[in-house]
């Protein structure tokens, strides 16, 4: 395959993996509860997220609130807060130090190694990014799973894992895959 589209590819990947390492932190859903009553319908549902709380009610619709306070937030989401956004800010910059060192771009002329170093910089950087994402992602599950099991929570205090978790693991391996692809072509 041409090493210009491979680039384009990586690139492109990188892209996705970006959206969706975003859209996994602005979304109120990695913890999910569901409050079950004596029978088996779900009367109210509950989303945590890095941001807020959401509820959803049967036959009423959802609200949310804005956490009030950073210490409200165990540490496994004030970490991935931090953890999540650092991971956005270094996608961005990946993305950017490897157009410049794509063969399809001008920036720099007529040096290949210099453009060679550019795309392992980046490659890098995007890899840093991917466990940025993959570190909270799976401390949350790691989190909730625990809990899950644990005997002495009752059945309200149990969470299952969010979307917003299964959207960062696959963006997180989608910007692996970019990294490593950008950091083959130099």
């Avoid at 040096?111 to 994402?133: M, P, R, S």
């Avoid at 992602?137 to 009752?154: E, G, K």
Wanted: charged share 10%.
């Amino acid at each position: 395959m041409d090493q210009r589209l491979l680039q384009i590819v990586a690139l492109c990947l990188g892209l996705i993996g970006l959206f969706g390492a975003s859209a996994a932190t602005g979304m109120p859903m990695w913890r999910v509860t569901a409050f079950i009553g004596e029978n088996i319908i779900v009367f109210e549902t509950r989303w945590e997220g890095l941001w807020m709380n959401c509820f959803h009610q049967a036959n009423i619709r959802m609200q949310c609130k804005v956490y009030d306070s950073l210490l409200i937030l165990p540490p496994d989401l004030q970490a991935a807060r931090g953890l999540m956004c650092c991971s956005i800010a270094l996608g961005v910059l990946g993305l950017l130090i490897a157009t410049m060192g794509m063969q399809c771009t001008v920036c720099i002329q007529d040096n290949d190694h210099t453009k060679g170093i550019i795309l392992a910089i980046a490659g890098c950087i995007l890899i840093v990014a991917c466990l940025c994402v993959l570190i909270p992602v799976s401390w949350t599950a790691h989190v909730i799973i625990r809990d899950f099991y644990n005997p002495l929570l009752l059945d309200a205090q149990r969470r299952e894992l969010g979307e917003a978790l299964y959207i960062g693991w696959v963006s997180s391996g989608v910007m692996f895959a970019s990294g490593i692809m950008i950091c083959r072509q130099c």
